[in-house]
């Protein structure tokens, strides 16, 4: 009697900020060898995570493109927003899982890192109860964005601080005053009420614009209208140092 096949791996791979020679050795390794790539994007998009593997994929890889339900006429706090995309992540993890049970391994693009902030997180907590699932660690945005700034982030003893501008407005002004040194994820249609929480705090920021890519952009944040999608926000701390 033939035996089952083995079961394959499931690897979210952390690309890091953007730029190919970012990526760990692992992360290229894995990326050039495997037939099964899969990765985020938006509909009609390449996607910033295929972007950066451009060139790297093996002639006969098969992708795996998991394209975003639009969820943008749906407010956050409906419960018809957690639902859509929860569907969206069981079908990617069920196509994954069905791939691994019948011995394939499949790299998952995963951009920065794939446990910080990213969707990989959702097909982690449903895939890994039932195939093998490897993360490869990345290079963070915020790493890259205070490499950008030309500054430490943290000195001495400093509290670094990292939170989403989708906190209530209070919530993060409290957080901007409590701490030695910030990050700012998921800015966009935010940067009016992190201004208004910067000002509250009595605190000053810069934004660091497409970190690691060439487009590439630091400025005062008080200056910026619009904050594009690849942007993040960094007050440096000032502690102690010899």
């Given at each position: 009697?033939?035996?089952?096949?083995?079961?394959?791996?499931?690897?979210?791979?952390?690309?890091?900020?953007?730029?190919?020679?970012?990526?760990?050795?692992?992360?290229?390794?894995?990326?050039?060898?495997?037939?099964?790539?899969?990765?985020?994007?938006?509909?009609?998009?390449?996607?910033?995570?295929?972007?950066?593997?451009?060139?790297?994929?093996?002639?006969?890889?098969?992708?795996?493109?998991?394209?975003?339900?639009?969820?943008?006429?749906?407010?956050?706090?409906?419960?018809?927003?957690?639902?859509?995309?929860?569907?969206?992540?069981?079908?990617?993890?069920?196509?994954?899982?069905?791939?691994?049970?019948?011995?394939?391994?499949?790299?998952?693009?995963?951009?920065?890192?794939?446990?910080?902030?990213?969707?990989?997180?959702?097909?982690?907590?449903?895939?890994?109860?039932?195939?093998?699932?490897?993360?490869?660690?990345?290079?963070?945005?915020?790493?890259?964005?205070?490499?950008?700034?030309?500054?430490?982030?943290?000195?001495?003893?400093?509290?670094?601080?990292?939170?989403?501008?989708?906190?209530?407005?209070?919530?993060?002004?409290?957080?901007?005053?409590?701490?030695?040194?910030?990050?700012?994820?998921?800015?966009?249609?935010?940067?009016p009420k992190l201004k208004r929480a910067l000002g509250a705090a009595g605190?000053?920021?810069?934004?660091?614009?497409?970190?690691?890519?060439?487009?590439?952009?630091?400025?005062?944040?008080?200056?910026?209208?619009?904050?594009?999608?690849?942007?993040?926000?960094?007050?440096?701390?000032?502690?102690?140092?010899?």
């Amino acid at each position: 009697m033939t035996p089952p096949p083995k079961t394959g791996t499931v690897h979210g791979v952390g690309l890091g900020p953007g730029a190919a020679d970012l990526m760990s050795v692992r992360a290229d390794r894995l990326v050039r060898g495997t037939r099964h790539i899969a990765y985020f994007r938006k509909a009609g998009k390449p996607g910033q995570a295929r972007r950066i593997v451009e060139g790297m994929l093996r002639a006969d890889a098969v992708e795996f493109p998991m394209d975003y339900p639009v969820t943008t006429e749906i407010p956050l706090d409906d419960p018809r927003y957690a639902e859509v995309l929860a569907r969206f992540y069981e079908d990617c993890a069920a196509h994954l899982r069905a791939l691994a049970e019948s011995g394939e391994d499949v790299v998952v693009l995963a951009e920065g890192d794939p446990f910080f902030y990213g969707s990989f997180m959702h097909l982690y907590t449903r895939l890994s109860p039932q195939v093998p699932v490897r993360v490869v660690p990345g290079i963070t945005g915020m790493a890259a964005a205070w490499a950008a700034s030309g500054a430490p982030i943290t000195w001495g003893d400093d509290v670094l601080t990292v939170a989403p501008a989708t906190l209530p407005e209070d919530d993060l002004a409290r957080r901007i005053a409590d701490t030695d040194a910030l990050v700012v994820m998921k800015i966009g249609q935010n940067l009016p009420k992190l201004k208004r929480a910067l000002g509250a705090a009595g605190r000053e920021a810069v934004l660091v614009e497409f970190a690691a890519m060439p487009e590439e952009r630091v400025v005062p944040l008080a200056e910026v209208e619009v904050a594009p999608y690849f942007s993040i926000a960094l007050i440096h701390g000032q502690g102690r140092r010899p």
